[in-house]
């Protein structure tokens, strides 16, 4: 195991951020971090990362406590923080060789630089790139000691969607490079495109874990499906199949359908044996949002500020 998390626990005062956390994360997989504001993503991240001491319980990554064994844990990981400042009158490659310097081993920053799409800019200050360039410049800070682990926070937070697409980009090469990466995310369609593995934080603790397609296939609830047909239409095949009706708005029908096999299969017998002509159809699956909404509630906005 690159991570090893067992019975970890944080408190603030009267506040628990943390409640008998445990968790165990293997080499060469993007591992997504999701949960609402207040749920213990950041501090999880923090304690991994050795900026905050755990209240009780135990930590190794890359088999070092992240406290007592701080400096040779940094040296094997890359941290792009939720927050990174990076020095305005420096230059991107400037940047780079200077955080170079900070560890035992290097990559070339020229290169990484344009791995990340700044080859164009490593002459330019720093203060002069737009706000996706310098969440790329942070997340090439992050790679420049070719780490063993990339922790990533928020990367993708207050980002354009032509930004964020990018950021996508770069983080599915790293996935194809069969680098570890811990993403963490307030994006729920960014976890299930990027991601082979899924925790979810709820007030501290963890209360899901698996592949995207594991959590959805836990996801209770029926498929809808809406369909647009012209001509005589007989809903009982539908019905039949354990679809049930559902508020339609003009010609458009719509059912949920609990089997949506049965309900596919059911609209081929309905085509069979009417005189209809289907102009449009949909069917929408549960996915990770359904989960996610069904497993947090009404703790999305409990607390407004991540501890």
């Known amino acids: 195991m690159i991570i090893e998390v067992d019975n970890l626990s944080k408190t603030y005062g009267a506040t628990t951020a943390l409640k008998g956390v445990n968790l165990g994360i293997q ?19 923090e304690t991994l990362e050795g900026l905050r001491s755990p209240t009780s319980g135990k930590v190794s ?49 020229a290169e990484v630089l344009e791995r990340m799409g700044l080859e164009k800019k490593t002459k330019l200050h720093n203060r002069t790139l737009s706000g996706g360039q310098q969440r790329r410049l942070a997340i090439a ?13 928020e990367p993708t937070s207050g980002l354009d969607p032509i930004a964020r697409q990018e950021i996508h980009s770069y983080i599915a090469d790293l996935k194809m490079m069969k680098r570890t990466v811990l ?19 709820r007030t501290g603790e963890l209360v899901a874990d698996g592949s995207p397609f594991e959590l959805i296939s836990r996801a209770t609830g029926a498929a809808s499906l809406s369909i647009v047909i ?3 239409f007989d809903p ?28 596919i299969v059911a609209m081929g017998e309905l085509l069979q044996k009417s005189n209809a002509t289907v102009v449009e159809m949909r069917m929408k699956r549960p996915n990770l949002e359904d ?3 069904s497993l947090m509630g009404e703790t999305t906005s409990e607390r407004e500020e991540d501890a």
């Open 27 to 45: 080499a060469g997989q993007v591992i997504g971090l999701l949960g609402p504001n207040g749920a213990g993503k950041t501090t999880l991240v």
């Open 61 to 109: 990554v890359l088999g070092f406590d992240p406290i007592r064994q701080a400096r040779a844990l940094r040296d094997r990981i890359g941290v792009q923080l939720q927050s990174t400042a990076v020095p305005e009158e420096l230059t991107p490659l400037e940047t780079l060789r200077l955080f170079a310097a900070f560890f035992s081993r290097s990559l070339d920053p």
């Open 141 to 153: 800070m992050a790679l420049i000691n070719d780490p063993e682990l990339i922790i990533l926070d």
């Open 183 to 201: 993403l963490s995310t307030h994006y729920i369609e960014e976890a299930e495109k990027l991601c082979d593995r899924v925790i979810l934080l």
């Open 230 to 232: 012209e001509g005589d």
């Open 236 to 263: 009982a095949p539908l019905l039949r199949a354990g679809a049930s009706a559902e508020e339609s708005e003009g010609p458009r029908r719509a059912f949920a359908a609990p089997n949506p096999k049965a309900a």
């Open 291 to 293: 989960v996610y909404l």
